[in-house]
């Protein structure tokens, strides 16, 4: 089992940046993948960005060039460093890691909204 706790989310002006980060514990030795999905009212969650042990990534197109998703393995924890935020990000953020052998965690989901 893996347990995963995020960092409290926020309100931030358009334009503004917010710096999410996930803790996990527990059976961290088999997590490989560990990213970021949002889902906002009335919409599916889907993907923000995500990054392998490796250091691949891969971003969301609505995200790219604004948002960056660095992982210290040796904490265990991935951020999301988000930049030039828009009103379109507000939604509620969870963190997701995979391990090795396919299973999936999930944060407990933070609230991010981007409002002047």
């Known amino acids: 089992q893996v347990q995963l706790v995020e960092s409290a989310g926020g309100t931030v002006q358009p334009g503004g940046s917010l710096r999410l980060s996930c803790a996990a514990s527990?059976?961290?030795?088999?997590?490989?993948?560990m990213g970021w999905y949002r889902q906002a009212p009335g919409k599916e969650r889907e993907l923000v960005a995500v990054?392998?042990?490796?250091?691949?990534?891969n971003y969301a197109d609505s995200v790219k060039g604004r948002f960056i998703i660095p992982r210290d393995n040796a904490k265990n924890t991935v951020y999301l460093q988000m930049n030039s935020l828009e009103p379109e990000d507000t939604s509620v953020y969870y963190c997701n890691t995979e391990s090795v052998y396919g299973s999936s965690w999930w944060g407990q989901g933070t609230q991010v909204t981007v409002s002047s």
């Open positions: 990054i392998t042990s490796g250091g691949s990534t």
């Open positions: 527990g059976s961290t030795f088999s997590i490989n993948a």
